[in-house]
């Protein structure tokens, strides 16, 4: 009687093991600009959400403010609701510039660093609305 032995060789296994090695150096970069392009999103929201509040406080005392603890924040600055990018405003004459400074593992996204928008609906840079 004849046994045969089922299982599979050293070198069938390392070939799986280099096909996932390969197939997971694609992925991960990929899935790390996903990630990053989708936390640009929160700072999206933040800035969005204070451009609304400073022309609230604009229609009622017909100026904007620097200091966010005006609009009802903490401080003079705020971080966005999943804590991505730190909100500051700038204020010259009747006018405003909102910006979002990454932090966290976010502030590897050097090609959206800082995320403004300004008074008039302006975004830059651009390519990151």
């Known amino acids: 009687m004849q046994r045969f032995l089922r299982g599979y060789t050293l070198t069938e296994i390392m070939i799986v093991v280099a096909i996932v090695a390969i197939i997971a150096a694609i992925g991960y970069p990929q899935y790390q600009n996903y990630t990053r392009e989708a936390r640009r999103a929160d700072g999206h929201s933040a800035l969005t959400r204070v451009a609304a509040q400073q022309e609230r ?32 405003s700038a204020i010259a004459g009747a006018t ?20 403004t928008l300004t008074h008039l609906g302006v975004k830059a840079p651009a390519a990151c609305w």
């Open 57 to 88: 406080f604009f229609s009622d005392s017909n100026l904007y403010t620097a200091d966010l603890t005006d609009l009802g924040y903490g401080a003079a600055t705020t971080l966005s609701p999943d804590g991505h990018y730190l909100i500051s």
């Open 96 to 115: 405003f510039t909102l910006t979002a400074t990454p932090q966290g593992p976010q502030a590897a996204d050097a090609a959206c660093s800082p995320m």
